[in-house]
T-cell receptor, first 115, second 112 residues
């Protein structure tokens, strides 16, 4: 079966431009997560969706970052007016949370480079 | 403050030996703890989950322990192979929440 997919795999943009990153979760997974991973660093939580709602946006670094999810499937992470410090790999994961079990399935990530 | 700590230095071992990785946490009350493997340029892959009422979990050559008194989990790979070389991440979920919080990972290098 298909896993989590993300597009584009690589994105190079100029400082100040807006970018959109897309995540297609595993079909049937109700939860979707966005993380950021800077070079050589761990995963930094950004936002989590349960269905179409986002109960936890606490990790979004600034108001330049936003995300939405439609139809309990595809999610888009938008970064406005990109800065060089936004350069990182953006990882998406999905899961079907059950009591005592929340194994997350990750996509391959989008590598964002802001020049 | 809440912290999850894993050894930031790489662990170098010889093929055939047992690798032991450590995950320590403070100011969390995790319902369970997970371990993931991450290869360069790829997303993490789930390996094992251990619940707060479990002391030990095994899967093939992998073993995880969870000590809620010490606030520590140990991850063991027995009979290690060069193909086990990767970064290993621990992640935990606070009781009552759904968000996983990840440690920074420990890189394991297994030499032939």
């Amino acid at each position: 079966g298909a896993g989590v997919s993300q597009s584009p795999s690589n994105k190079v943009t100029e400082k100040g431009k807006d970018v959109e990153l897309r995540c297609d979760p595993i079909s049937g997974h109700t939860a979707l997560y966005w993380y950021r991973q800077r070079l050589g660093q761990g995963l930094e939580f950004l936002i989590y969706f349960q269905g179409n709602s986002a109960p936890d946006k606490s990790g979004l670094p600034s108001d330049r970052f936003s995300a939405e999810r439609t139809g309990e499937s595809v999610s888009t992470l938008t970064i406005q007016r990109t800065q060089q410090e936004d350069s990182a790999v953006y990882l998406c994961a999905s899961s079907f949370p059950r009591a005592g079990d929340n194994e997350q399935f990750f996509g391959p990530g989008t590598r964002l480079t802001v020049l | 403050s809440q912290k999850i700590e894993q050894n930031s230095e790489a662990l170098n071992i010889q093929e055939g030996k047992t690798a032991t990785l450590t995950c320590n946490y403070t100011n969390y009350s995790p319902a369970y703890l997970q371990w993931y493997r991450q290869d360069p340029g790829r997303g993490p892959v789930f390996l094992l989950l251990i619940r707060e009422n479990e002391k030990e979990k095994r899967k093939e050559r992998l073993k995880v322990t969870f000590d809620t008194t010490l606030k520590q989990s140990l991850f063991h790979i027995t009979a290690s192979q060069p193909a086990d070389s990767a970064t290993y991440l621990c992640a935990l979920e606070n009781t009552g929440f759904q968000k996983l919080v990840f440690g920074t990972g420990t890189r394991l290098l297994v030499s032939p």
